[in-house]
């Protein structure tokens, strides 16, 4: 599979700038990253890649200006391979999660164990909004729930929804490679109550939820949150991560007009857990 390797010049030294450029680009193909001093060096399948949609997004970009770019084309080899070898190490969060590859002999033991081969698709457990996510699956009630988790990735939270005692899932992206790989994930995990879906939110009209799990980035909750309150039963709750603690007032405000109130939130490096219940 033949790849680019996009150089981005970022002039901001904040290391926000790049977890929010990085969300970003995963959005329009790219599927890894690597954090170089000034530069965010991202990864993108050389069929997938558009130099106008790369350009749109760096001159839409609100959080910085200035961001330059250089294509070079990346080595050929198999980067899930080395991506895996190299960067993805077995997590454990909250004492009681642990997540790793079908590569990883050695890990810590935990009382939940997620089995996933990440396949680039965002979700290893490692960015803040995965883990916050988890320790709030971690601490909710699951038991004989219905769950929706919104731009599911490798459908990581939904493993761990179901081995919480969920009764049914939803999982659900946009994205097509992420889709197979949660297929895959699922399947390793011998999970079978996970129904996989691909596409957005026009998916959501025919099943209500008890909890809806939603980790994706800040516009596209704002577009989507009036869908979520409208499939979330009566006192369901709504978790939404994937934006940064000054995000909290803009999304408040949106959740608000369609029955949403803010219970509490979580914060880890400025990224936040937010929690709602619909009234």
Known sequence: MKYLEIHLDIPSKESFIKDLLAAQLSEIGFESFVDEDSNLIGYIQKKLFNQTSLETLIDHFEYEKGITFNIIDAEDKDWNEEWEKNCFQPI??????????????????????????????????????????????????????????????????????????????????????????????????????????????????????????????RNIL????????????SQGTLFLSGFYESDIEIIEKECNKYGLKKVSYEMDNSWVAVQFQKN
């Open 222 to 233: 704002l577009n989507d949150i009036h869908v979520y309150s409208s499939v979330l039963k």
């Open 92 to 217: 454990i969060i909250g004492n009681e999660c642990v997540i790793h590859s079908t590569m990883h002999k050695d890990f810590p033991k935990a009382k939940y164990e997620i089995l996933i081969n990440p396949k680039l698709a965002f979700g290893s457990g490692h960015h803040f909004t995965t883990s916050l996510m988890i320790r709030a699956i971690l601490r909710t009630d699951l038991q004989n729930k219905s769950v929706l988790d919104m731009g599911c990735g490798t459908a990581i939270l939904a493993i761990l929804a179901s081995q919480r005692g969920a009764k049914t899932i939803t999982a659900i992206d946009i994205d097509e490679w992420a889709y197979n790989n949660a297929i895959e994930n699922i399947q390793l995990n011998q999970i079978s109550n996970i129904n996989v879906q691909c596409g957005g939110a026009e998916l959501l009209n025919k099943e209500s939820f008890d909890i809806i799990l939603a980790n994706i980035n």
